[in-house]
């Protein structure tokens, strides 16, 4: 196999029917009735759920839409018209109460006003991002605070160890409140929940264990995003969803998942991530995507570290069995 | 009290050995061998290394500061620190 630009490119029909043979497969062998999906209004989920529909109808796939009060309120938006258009049956929770009980927000806050006492969250928006020009600079991985009134960057901090724990461990209720609601919903449907995490995210452990990887099974796992997107297309999947640019939509503030994550672009990722996989020679690889020898060295250095990092979140629990 | 700054090899392996997650073998780890292509350090290792590093030679390490020619082997370190103290 030769690397080029369009390595990834698959046979979308073939794929779609393999993907779909696995998800009735997997139901079928838990003696399960159907699936539930988390509809976040992102390309992911909503591939996933046109896959799911097609392999078990939609009578047999139940969506859940679960906002809060920092989503962007279009997430709910692009969820429900996509969920409508598969004609399945879907609710909208908002689990806001649910995290401010778990006092989510305040305990994030409080970390916030400890490096920024003016901050006030009803005038202020959040993001945290790690450094840009990845392929440019060597950076370590340090997340960045920054602080937003009307959208101009009013503060911005690097985090400590302890400040970014804190922050993430208080940002990462939310997805593990949302496994809680799916599978809620799936012991009472006797049916399995379904997850939306791409390769890229699964290798490169952008997702939450228990959270958003609290799942029973992962049906496109092994899609790289821009696979994500072909297949979409074939469901014809809502242009709005496809022209949305990927984003945890965890943060009250805009931010897309290279600012904090992956730090380039995705159209590089998925090239860049296979060529490491596959271990392609880097001369090739420098000269399809018009690289330099240190810049593909770096972005490999982050995939690395992204990958032995976050292999925990990849394993089962260690036990003495 | 700052440290002395002969001693700051052997205070920097102690710190990689008590903290980080694949130093199992910090010893084996040559002085300029890289802490990234060898996978010892991970996102929050960074991290924690900074805040010691601070700590521990009480000095403020700037944004810019954070890249591998500061920070990415046991040399750098130290000559990094000798820039500081």
Known sequence: ???HHDVLKLDASKEIDRICCFISRQVDLRK???VVVGLSGGIDSALVSSLCVKALGKERVFGLIL???ESNPISKEYAKEHAEALGLEYEIVDITRTLKAFDSYKKRDAIINSLFPDYNPSKHKIKVTLPKDLLFRDYFNFFTLRVLEDDKEIFSSRLRKGDINGIVAATDTKQRTRMIYLYYHAERLNRIVCGTTNLP?????FFVKYGDGGVDIEPIAHLYKTQVYQLAR???????IIDRPPSPDTFNSQVSDEEFYFRIPYSLVDLLLFAWRNDFPKEDVCNVMDLTND????VYRDFNTKYRGTQHLRELPPTLL | MRDNVNDIKTILREFFRNNFLYSSDIDSISDDASFMNEGIIDSTGVLELIDFLEERFEINIENQEVIPENLDSFNNIERFLHTKL
């Open chain 1, 67 to 69: 906002p809060e009060r």
């Open chain 1, 1 to 3: 196999m030769t690397f």
């Open chain 1, 201 to 205: 995210e699964m290798m490169q452990g």
């Open chain 1, 295 to 298: 810049q593909l060295d770096r």
């Open chain 1, 32 to 34: 399960k009735d159907g």
């Open chain 1, 234 to 240: 074939e469901f014809s999947v809502p242009q709005s």
